[in-house]
């Protein structure tokens, strides 16, 4: 089993910014893909931003050129920064990960909220 600890999110006026972290704790042998999605009451879980284990990335284009995710390996951890935040991107925040060998895991979600 693995487990995912997300960091709390909260409310934050536009334009501001808010950094998220997800620690993965467990029967950890080889994490390959790390990321984040997220999720709004009545759509489907979207990808937001995803770290290979080779450092290779990508981002939804809504969050391009606002938003940097990255991992530390040795902590089993990756990080997502949320900067010049619009309303649009509130939502709860999935954290997951892919092990080597194929399994996903998600973490519990985090609300955040985006409004002045």
């Known amino acids: 089993q693995v487990q995912l600890v997300e960091s709390e999110g909260g409310l934050v006026q536009p334009g501001g910014s808010l950094r998220l972290s997800c620690a993965a704790s467990?029967?950890?042998?080889?994490?390959?893909?790390m990321g984040w999605y997220r999720q709004v009451p009545g759509k489907e879980r979207e990808l937001v931003a995803r770290?290979?284990?080779?450092?290779?990335?990508n981002y939804a284009d809504s969050v391009k050129g606002r938003f940097t995710i990255s991992r530390d390996n040795a902590k089993n951890t990756v990080y997502l920064q949320m900067n010049s935040l619009k309303p649009e991107d509130t939502a709860v925040y999935y954290c997951?990960?892919?092990?080597?060998?194929?399994?996903?895991?998600w973490g519990q979600g985090t609300q955040v909220t985006v409004s002045s």
């Open positions: 997951t990960v892919r092990l080597a060998i194929g399994t996903r895991y």
């Open positions: 467990g029967s950890i042998f080889s994490i390959n893909n």
């Open positions: 770290i290979t284990s080779g450092g290779s990335i």
